[in-house]
């Protein structure tokens, strides 16, 4: 049977050839977590502001039908009731639509502004990566340079 070849040792050097600054994947991260934060936060305040308004328009509407559902003297009553039940609903349902639609306008922004203070936290990540690689490289090739001539 044939053994199979334990390549631990080989992963080990090849591994310690190239060693990785873990620096850069935790600031990453950190900015990821961030971001993940930030996001939760509008999403949750949009959400809270959403059941208050939603809150209040059940509560108002349940006003109304009590009002409407009152014992009346005369026939004609009950239709001024339901027509004014009807037009309150409409002009409700007008009002909190806008409010929805702050809400909505409201997160839009936040967003937007998150996203780019975002892009420029990972921008400047990159940049600082890309500039520890540079100078790491840059010594690199001069101690190599330095033991090539000594030989």
């Known amino acids: 049977m044939a053994k199979t070849n334990d390549f631990t040792k080989i992963m080990q050097d090849m591994m310690s050839a190239f060693p990785v600054d873990s620096r850069g994947m ?10 993940g934060e930030r996001m939760t ?16 328009w059940t509560k108002d509407t349940l006003g109304r ?4 559902a009152k014992a009346k003297d005369e026939p004609a009553e009950y239709t001024k ?6 037009s309150a609903s409409a002009e409700m349902a007008a009002e909190n639509m806008a409010a929805f639609a702050e809400v909505a306008k409201k997160v839009q922004m936040e967003t937007i502004e998150i996203m780019l203070a975002a892009g ?10 890309v500039k520890k690689a540079t100078a790491e490289v840059t010594t ?12």
């Open 120 to 129: 420029k936290d990972f921008s400047e990540d990159a940049t600082a990566a």
């Open 26 to 35: 935790q600031d990453a991260f950190r900015t990821s977590a961030a971001l």
């Open 140 to 151: 690199a090739a001069k101690k190599a340079t330095a033991a090539a001539a000594a030989k």
């Open 65 to 68: 039908i009590h009002a409407m």
């Open 41 to 56: 936060r509008v999403a949750v305040e949009a959400a809270e502001k959403s059941t208050e308004i939603t809150a209040k």
């Open 81 to 86: 009731a339901v027509t004014d039940f009807a």
